[in-house]
């Protein structure tokens, strides 16, 4: 996917996760936070390839990841992505005073682009170091601007389309979820 048609799924997975209320942050978030924390994280995974945008302007990042991984390989991963959720939380001095907001949308960005590349038909190592690629090839080509524009306005016709009291907290369905589970493993478990 091109630099152009993963910013605007970012944007687009943006609303999306502000009009859900994903989280209390995203849903009540300051615009001019989430949209350049969206924008950052969509850009990041291709830091992978030394001629995209992150890879020009961080080369000496770039140039070992690209050497190491190849591109579409560890930044294209979930496991990237815990590492930097893990980084934001844990490491990312207080003092730096960043707000919540940009964190989140910049996760949620990161996010955006690895379900973004899962539309081409070469897809991602979702599991890295596991070889298995995960796609939905609904793009036919990796760089097909006009269909990442179209599953951009569409994913963002159909967040505006949501009404809205929709709401989709998700640390209320994890918390009911895990509830579920141990209630079920209690049943089924003999004491
Ligand atoms: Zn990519």
Same mark, same amino acid.
């Given at each position: 996917?091109?630099?152009?048609?993963?910013?605007?799924?970012?944007?687009?997975?943006?609303?999306?996760?502000?009009?859900?209320?994903?989280?209390?942050?995203?849903?009540?978030?300051?615009?001019?936070?989430?949209?350049?924390?969206?924008?950052?994280?969509?850009?990041?995974?291709?830091?992978?390839?030394?001629?995209?945008?992150?890879?020009?302007l961080f080369r000496i990042f770039s140039l070992p990841?690209?050497k190491l991984c190849g591109h579409r390989g560890f930044?294209?991963?979930?496991?990237?992505?815990?590492?930097?959720?893990?980084?934001? &939380?844990?490491?990312?001095?207080?003092?730096?005073?960043?707000?919540?907001?940009?964190?989140?949308?910049?996760?949620?960005? &990161?996010?955006?682009?690895?379900?973004?590349?899962?539309?081409?038909?070469?897809?991602?190592?979702?599991?890295?170091?596991?070889?298995?690629?995960?796609?939905?090839?609904?793009l036919r080509s990796k760089t097909n601007k006009r269909?990442?524009?179209?599953?951009?306005?569409?994913?963002?016709?159909?967040?505006?389309?949501?009404?809205?009291? &929709?709401?989709?907290?998700?640390?209320?369905?994890?918390?009911?979820?895990?509830? &579920?589970?141990?209630?079920?493993?209690?049943?089924?478990?003999?004491?």
């Open positions: 996917m091109t630099a152009e048609g993963h910013l605007l799924f970012s944007v687009a997975s943006l609303i999306m996760a502000h009009k859900l209320q994903l989280t209390p942050e995203l849903a009540q978030g300051d615009w001019l936070h989430m949209v350049p924390g969206a924008l950052l994280g969509a850009l990041l995974p291709d830091i992978d390839h030394p001629s995209s945008i992150p890879g020009r990841i690209s930044t294209h991963s979930l496991i990237a992505w815990m590492i930097l959720l893990i980084s934001c &939380y844990q490491w990312l001095p207080a003092s730096w005073g960043i707000p919540v907001d940009l964190v989140q949308a910049f996760l949620l960005g &990161y996010l955006s682009h690895l379900i973004a590349d899962m539309l081409t038909p070469s897809g991602v190592p979702l599991l890295w170091p596991l070889p298995q690629r995960f796609c939905l090839p609904l269909g990442e524009r179209f599953v951009s306005v569409l994913l963002t016709v159909c967040a505006c389309l949501l009404p809205s009291g &929709y709401q989709l907290d998700l640390y209320f369905q994890i918390e009911m979820a895990i509830k &579920y589970i141990q209630n079920q493993l209690s049943i089924h478990l003999p004491t």
